[in-house]
């Protein structure tokens, strides 16, 4: 069965902590997601990456950034947690199949910043 | 501009059908997905629509009107596992997603 894994279901942090969310898929895809999900809203991307590497801003990229050392592993950095980063953190794989960019997620993290 | 609405919250009863209706403007729109998330996991991909017309899977259904900016997704002889957020989300010819807020779904006996 394929998977998205991500490393923490639950975490809470202090104002100003830095936080490191990793995502690893086994599914050999190229691109990789960061989203967040807040009640009322739909997903907003955070950051994506098409390859080892590399690395795209999404909508909301402020006061996150992103690392792409292996193609499995995509992970999610806040350098100085704030209160408004408080959200469900999903991370996600796809793979382009006949045109249609088909997400696979993770369980998603949940992040609590005190 | 790039939009999604979707009802944000929908009751239906235990062995009906229901229809969650979405409405999208979407600047060089390439499709429209349907992915159901139970609370507290991860969404999953239900259906994938580009071309108009009716694509049935089992108990489920996916419409898609690009003349309308309009899709539904149809869920048949409804059942308790069925309550769950159901997601839809466009995209763009740069195979972006833009998503709505989800239709939270409450299946009563």
């Known amino acids: 069965d394929v998977k998205v894994t991500q490393s923490s279901r639950y975490l809470v942090k202090r104002t100003g902590e830095k936080v490191f969310l990793e995502c690893v898929q086994d599914m050999d895809h190229e691109n990789m997601f960061w989203y967040r999900q807040d009640p009322g809203l739909g997903l907003r991307l955070i950051y994506f990456?098409?390859?080892?590497?590399?690395?795209e801003k999404g909508d909301i990229p402020e006061g996150y950034s992103v690392s792409r050392e292996k193609k499995e592993r995509f992970s999610l950095i806040l350098e100085s947690a704030s209160t408004n980063q408080t959200s469900m953190y999903l991370c996600?794989?796809?793979?382009?199949?006949?045109?249609?960019?088909?997400?696979?997620f993770g369980a998603g993290s949940r992040l609590t910043v005190l | 501009g790039q939009n999604i609405d979707q009802p944000t919250e929908m009751t239906a009863t235990e062995g009906a059908i229901v229809q969650i209706n979405c409405t999208y403007q979407t600047s060089g729109f390439n499709g429209l997905f349907w992915y159901q998330q139970h609370a507290g996991e991860a969404p999953t991909f239900l259906s994938y629509n580009v071309l108009d017309g009716l694509e049935e899977k089992g108990r489920f259904s996916s419409f898609l009107s690009r003349s309308k900016g309009y899709s539904y997704l149809l869920l048949k002889e409804l059942q308790m596992k069925d309550s769950a957020s159901y997601l839809c989300a466009s995209m763009d010819s740069n195979y972006q997603l833009i998503w709505g807020a989800g239709t939270k779904l409450i299946i009563k006996p």
């Open positions: 996600a794989s796809s793979l382009i199949i006949s045109g249609a960019n088909v997400l696979t």
């Open positions: 990456s098409y390859d080892v590497k590399m690395k």
